[in-house]
């Protein structure tokens, strides 16, 4: 997963980007507010965010993104333990809230939480205003037709819908679609290119040296 981490204390800020990288995970991090809401995109996976911070709090920064209709699956860490203040970051819409002190591990624990209930979250997912996927079925619809692709593309379908709104590398593409061969990302570049030309609705991001992701869509 690529991680946003907001900490303004530098030691765990630190503590906290080692240890994600050393379980596998992408960490970006900030100390300041502002800076989160200067930098943020739709490329992350997940935030990690402090509350009492400099320049903009943690709550400014998810009602922020809310307003804007940016929804990424947050984490707050915070020393704040009133009931009013864990109330209020749900309400906001975070999906774990951990009290200072923590152990790293009990981080690492919520993270694959997280990351179980995207992956597994519904077996209908929609992608776009039109376009929807039965996971069960391995089957892309638009206006509730199935689409016909080809084996390979809806094999590049099928695993972006099982993470959703996460990155899948080149790596990740080349073992399960590719069976491991020495495929070399150009090759699979083309290959999503074709998918993409195929499609009425553009909705496979190309994350740039790094892979491609769908965002589960909203409605507004």
């Known amino acids: 997963m690529k991680i946003l ?26 100390s300041d ?6 930098n943020i995109n739709s490329s992350y996976d997940l935030l990690v965010l402090d509350i009492n911070v400099p320049t903009k709090d943690g709550f400014e920064i998810l009602s922020e993104l809310n307003s804007k209709k940016i929804y990424i699956p947050t984490i707050f860490i915070s020393a704040l333990i ?6 209020k970051a749900y309400d906001l819409g975070c999906r774990e809230y951990i009290k200072k002190p923590f152990h790293l591990g009990e ?40 689409q016909n692709l080809t084996k390979k593309q809806l ?11 996460m ?11 590719w069976d491991g061969e020495n495929i070399d990302n150009p ?28 965002d589960r869509y909203y409605s507004v």
């Open 155 to 165: 094999e590049i379908i099928h695993i972006l819908a099982l993470n959703i709104n």
């Open 33 to 38: 507010g502002q800076e989160v809401l200067d």
């Open 107 to 146: 981080l690492g624990i919520k993270i694959n939480q997280i990351l179980k209930k995207e992956q597994n979250n519904t077996s209908h997912i929609r992608f776009s205003e039109n376009y929807s996927y039965s996971k069960d079925k391995q089957t892309l619809y638009f206006n509730g037709e199935p």
């Open 167 to 177: 990155i899948v590398d080149f790596e990740r593409f080349r073992i399960d679609i």
């Open 187 to 214: 090759t699979i570049r083309a290959e999503i290119s074709r998918l993409k030309k195929a499609l009425k609705e553009d909705f496979i991001k190309n994350i740039r040296g790094l892979g491609y992701k769908i």
């Open 5 to 30: 981490l907001l900490e303004d204390e530098l030691m765990l800020n630190n503590a906290i980007s080692e240890y994600l990288r050393n379980i596998g995970h992408m960490v970006e991090s900030f």
């Open 82 to 87: 009133d009931i009013e203040d864990i109330s």
